[in-house]
């Protein structure tokens, strides 16, 4: 299992917007599902940073993740900038796995 773990600050006037972007529901939602090797998307809004969240996206492995960003390279790159604008800031926290 892979979990791409990424860190937002979202413009203080473009919450709202930039939730419903990130949400599992949204664009990105939307895009990853089209893979069989998506998991899910999880988008947590920090209780004391009104514009810090955290979204993790799950997949089966860092290989077919990894190639389904080459194959939808397009798409992914539309989304990245339709994103951006929404934010102040975007990092990739890490890459994990679960332990048992």
């Known amino acids: ?3 791409v773990v990424w860190e937002y600050r979202a413009k203080a006037e473009r919450t709202d917007d930039f939730e419903s972007f990130y949400r599992p529901d949204g664009p990105w939602g939307d895009l990853f599902r ?4 998506f998991v899910s998307t999880t988008l947590m ?3 004391r940073d009104a514009k810090r969240f955290i979204v993790a996206d799950r997949w089966t492995s860092e290989l077919l993740y990894e190639e389904f960003k080459r194959e939808r390279s397009d798409e ?3 989304l990245s900038e339709r994103g951006a604008r929404l934010y102040e800031h975007e990092q990739e926290i890490g890459r994990f796995d679960f332990l048992d």
């Not at 089209?34 to 090797?37: E, N, T, Y």
């Open 34 to 37: 089209q893979s069989p090797a």
């Open 1 to 3: 299992m892979l979990v």
């Open 45 to 47: 809004k920090d209780l």
């Open 76 to 78: 992914y790159l539309s």
